[in-house]
């Protein structure tokens, strides 16, 4: 699976210098970044690639908190589905939410109903 199994992993690996060979399964990533091979190792020097991830994430964050200031929000942890949209097929774009509804939220709910009504 590597990387790309978790979206948000490709631009760290970017950061080290992944040049997707799509080798990263194989142990023989040119790069030395998905491999054991100590040879291949040689390649990827940590002290140099650690300032490129810490530049990565210090933006990313940056990033991320421009758009939770765009949708209205003061943190990126007051974003939820209802600040995202999906663009549908036929270009019309729904809210997350409505697609993927909260179940916890729903649960929740019918929880304290039933106790109001119980």
């Known amino acids: 699976m590597g990387a790309d199994f978790i979206t948000s992993a490709g631009g760290f690996m970017f950061s080290l210098g992944c040049i997707q060979a799509l080798q990263c399964n194989q142990n023989t990533c040119p790069t030395g970044i998905t491999t054991q091979n100590k040879k291949l190792q040689r390649g990827l020097v940590a002290e140099q690639k650690s300032t490129r ?6 933006n990313m964050a940056y990033e991320v908190g421009l758009i939770a200031h765009s949708c209205g929000v003061r943190s990126p942890r007051e974003l939820s589905r209802h600040h995202a949209r999906i663009v549908q097929d036929n270009g019309t774009s729904v809210v997350l939410a409505d697609i993927y509804p909260d179940i916890c939220a729903d649960i ?4 304290n109903e039933g106790e109001k009504t119980g």
């Not at 991830?53 to 210090?58: F, R, S, T």
């Not at 929740?108 to 929880?111: E, H, L």
């Open 53 to 58: 991830v810490a530049n990565y994430i210090k």
């Open 108 to 111: 929740y709910t019918v929880k």
